[in-house]
């Protein structure tokens, strides 16, 4: 676990677990992040810890073959913001073009887990802006409900 300082000047607690271990996690998380949030008395993200491989990378003898798709940098980023907004989902993603060249990227998120949720969009924010260096914003879909 680690701390991460956001924009507010509050911190957040990140919680990196084994990528195998990750799905025993997603069982027990609404609980294991309630009880840590209890006493650390700060918002906790739970994230998986993945593998990325460079575009270039050495495959050995026994690692043959192309680099898996799931090991790209855009699909570890991706796996990353599921992780982060775990248990809700992302029902689509937007990306914003601003005129002085910046990127906003706006996920919108299932609504059913909207009053729970509600207070750390802000902390997914900047926990996301500090693994990955991209801005993100959240919203609920209505939509979809």
Known sequence: ARQIPLEDGSSAVLVLVPFPQLAEYRKIQKILVDELEKKFSKH??????RTMLSPHCNRSAKNNGPRPRS????????????????PAEIT????????DG???????????EAPTLEGKLDTFAGVYKTLTSKDVRFEFDVAHE
Do not use: C, N, P
């Open 44 to 49: 906790v993200v739970i994230v998986a810890q």
């Open 71 to 86: 090991r790209t940098l855009k699909q570890v980023q991706e796996s990353m913001l599921d992780d982060i907004v775990f």
């Open 92 to 99: 689509g993603k937007r990306i914003r073009f601003k005129m």
């Open 102 to 112: 910046s990127r906003v990227m706006t996920a919108s998120l299932t609504a059913g």
